[in-house]
């Protein structure tokens, strides 16, 4: 009878070194993997630090601060620590930063009186708030709110304007939109102002 035989031991070994071959060449395959892994994540994080253009807008980096209400402005006005506290945040490398919300020219517009207002007498603390942020190498953009007569519910003692049924009328939704416009720190777009052309003429 012909025959082979092979010795356990030596059949052990060589699925041993297979064994350690494949394992070799699938830790080679993750190292690869976590490499570039790595290399996309190292290159997201780079892009955070570069400088923006768009039109008109630049940004040293592309680091953004969100908004955080802060109940700074007794009676809407913001007081000097809130100035600070935007440069410290300008100063530390913020490329953009979003104000708190801040409330229209409308009484139905605000909630809390602690809140800041964007209009009138008011507007001078936020010229010293903006020059502080600049003055800082960061740019800010201002977050306009109109919240109706909703409760706000870190002070829900504070008293809310009462509703009115004919708030939905046309003529007091094309005054909310001038609010918008007005209380907008920029020019009108072309849109904006043929919208408002438009009820000029209506109305005459």
Known sequence: MVGMMIAPSAHSKADSERGACDQAHLLLVSAEGSRRRWLVEA?????????????????????????????????????PEVAAYYGRRSRGGAGLIITEGTFLDRKLARNNERIPWFHGERLQPWRRIVETVHAGGGAIALQLWHVGGVRDFNFPS?????????????????????????????????????????????RR
């Open 158 to 202: 504070c008293l809310i304007p009462r509703f009115d049924g004919a708030i939905l009328s046309l003529e007091w939704k094309e005054a909310l939109w001038d609010r918008y416009v007005t209380g907008a720190p920029r020019p009108r777009t072309p849109s904006e102002q043929q919208y408002s052309d438009r009820k000029l003429r209506s």
């Open 43 to 79: 290159e997201i994080l780079r892009s955070l630090f570069r400088p923006f253009r768009y039109k008109s807008l630049y940004l040293r980096n592309r680091l953004t601060m969100s908004p955080m209400t802060r109940y700074y402005a007794p009676e809407g006005v913001p007081k």
